[in-house]
């Protein structure tokens, strides 16, 4: 926050809190204390940095309100009178649908039920005078969106200018991924400490993201892409505001660390609006055992049967998961090396069938099972995990509000043109555009294309990207989801859907189902699909010589 405040021009400093995991995160803190469920790391940086932001003029829009943005637009006033301070403080709220659960006929049993704000109560937050804007639940593009429609006085139906600011927002809104953190050619670039991207914004919706000088990492077209195609989906990129069209994004490199993002078209906002629900799933627990040496797939087979055999008729947890990873190398320097590890997962809604019951079973086998057995940790008591749930709401149930900083409430009535049945947007077939015969070579498709991915709710986005218009005529061609279910056996027997988006010479797969209930139920070894696009790229396959 101090080096965004420091380094340079800065009109508004927003910053993006909460991921979905973090709702249950946040929802356990209020169960302990009704008084919390907010990012308490925000009010730490603004103890240091509130009164450097108001002496430079510079306003601030988070949405670390979580599930209580009173409480910390409070919290706020206090850190200020604490330090001398005056401050303008509005918060945004509405989104909390728990206390009204069963007027909206959501189920039972929930921790947190929020709906996804759009931007128009930060922007009458901003226009009242507000210096710091806290909300809970708006849609990550809305930190930026809201500022814009504040600064430029755009209304509802200024579809394409909204559409380019949620562009430019969705760059923003995981900070250095945009300026080279998580990028597949991060050898390109000095990433020791990268900088925080930053949009100069117009007023017809157009941006150019940038970063302050002397701040590392790199703002390149490529780096732009990556978080364009990052946890989106289609063509079609919905919000409450705005539908803004993936497909008409134009990204041109004005200079170093400057890339201008215009051309973009706004739709109607869909006529639902998305609301996430969060509740306890059960307990899980790990226990992983180190297989050294030979015959590892034997010791792994009767590490599974001795451990089964010893569980207590009746104390069964209700989910076993096994899985052998093979680290092992043949004629290994070290012991690690010669190690592979097999991996135990355990769900059940009985925290004991996960804690004692697991430990007890993976201990008794210790000195009676394969030889060399040992366990990377004791088993521990286990812990809870939660499960995340999107559902969809008519938007005129939601009572969107602004509390303006002198106390008044403003409400935010929904958009008022919606679209119920856009129509399909065909994929282009390009005459002539496969490569032809042709010498290839097999090589990692890393070699030419790059790839970022992540997590929505219990899907996984993996968006992929050639570096030139070749390269893009050639992967449109040839990664299918034939392919991709070849190329990445896990995903083989799930539904995927591919969308091309030519002006990013990229392609977006959506894989539905693989990361089970979401992120917080850690159903896979990589529970947020964060290095799915990265094990693509070391996937070998045949390609043109021309494009190496």
């Not at 940790?377 to 900083?405: K, Q, R």
């Not at 043109?417 to 947007?425: M, Q």
Request: with cysteine.
């Amino acid at each position: 926050m101090r080096e965004m405040l420091t380094g340079g021009p800065l009109d508004v400093l927003t910053g993006d809190y909460l991921a979905e995991l973090t709702m249950l995160v946040l929802a356990r803190d209020r169960l302990k204390d009704p008084s919390l469920g907010y990012a308490r790391t925000f009010l730490r940086q603004l103890e240091e940095c509130l009164g450097l932001a108001l002496e430079r003029g510079v306003r601030i829009v988070v949405n670390a309100g979580g599930l209580n943005p009173g409480r910390l637009a409070d919290a706020v006033r206090e850190l200020a009178r604490s330090r001398g301070l005056d401050v303008a403080v509005g918060h945004v709220e509405g989104d909390d649908l728990l206390p009204r659960r069963s007027e909206l006929g959501l189920p039972e049993g929930l921790l947190a039920a929020n709906a996804y704000l759009g931007a128009f109560g930060v922007a009458e937050c901003l226009k009242a005078g507000a210096d710091v804007v806290v909300t809970g639940r708006v849609t990550d593009a809305a930190l930026v969106v809201g500022p814009a429609v504040a600064r430029f006085g755009w209304g509802p139906g200024e579809l394409d200018a909204l559409a380019g600011a949620v562009v430019a927002g969705h760059v923003l809104e995981c900070g250095a991924q945009a300026t080279g953190g998580n990028y597949a050619f991060f050898r390109e670039h000095d990433l020791t400490r990268p900088g925080f991207p930053l949009a100069e914004l117009r007023a017809d919706g157009s941006s150019v993201i940038t970063k302050h000088p002397g701040t590392g990492g790199a703002v390149t077209v490529g780096t732009v892409t990556a978080q364009l195609l990052y946890e989106t989906g289609g063509p079609r990129y919905l919000g409450p505001d705005v539908t803004a069209r993936l497909d008409t994004v134009r990204l041109t490199e004005e200079g170093p660390d400057r890339v201008r993002i215009d051309g973009v078209r706004g739709e109607a906002p869909p006529a639902t609006l998305k609301a996430g629900l969060n509740r306890l799933g059960g307990h899980r627990n790990e226990v992983v055992f180190v297989l050294t040496g030979l015959d590892i797939e034997v010791k792994a087979a009767l590490a599974r049967r001795q451990f089964e055999d010893a569980l207590t008729p009746g104390r069964r947890p209700a989910e076993l998961r096994w899985t052998l990873v093979r680290t092992d190398r043949a004629d290994a320097a070290t012991e690690e090396t010669a190690s592979a590890l097999l991996r135990l997962t355990a769900r059940d809604r009985d925290p004991d069938r996960v804690g004692r019951e697991l430990g007890r079973a993976a201990v008794e086998s210790g000195l009676a099972g394969y030889p060399g057995l040992h366990l990377t940790a004791p088993p521990g008591p286990g812990a809870p995990y939660g499960v995340f749930e999107a559902v969809y709401l008519d938007p005129v149930a939601v009572e969107h509000t602004a509390v303006l900083p002198d106390g008044r409430r403003v409400a935010v009535p929904p958009a008022p043109v919606t679209s119920t049945d856009p129509a399909p947007i065909e994929e282009t077939v390009e005459q002539g555009a496969a490569c032809g015969p042709a010498p290839t070579r097999r090589v990692p498709l890393g070699l030419v294309a790059g790839a970022r991915s992540g997590d929505k709710g219990g899907d996984a986005n993996l968006g992929v990207w050639a570096r030139d218009e070749p390269g893009r005529r050639w992967l449109t061609h040839t990664l299918t989801t034939d392919l991709l279910r070849e190329l990445l056996p896990e995903v083989a027997q799930l539904p995927i859907t591919r969308h091309v988006l030519p002006n990013l010479r990229a392609l977006n797969f959506t894989i539905t189902g693989l990361l089970g209930e979401g992120a917080a139920a850690r159903h896979r070894f990589d529970p947020q699909a964060k290095a799915l696009g990265e094990w693509l790229r070391s996937r070998h396959l045949d390609v043109p010589e021309a494009l190496l």
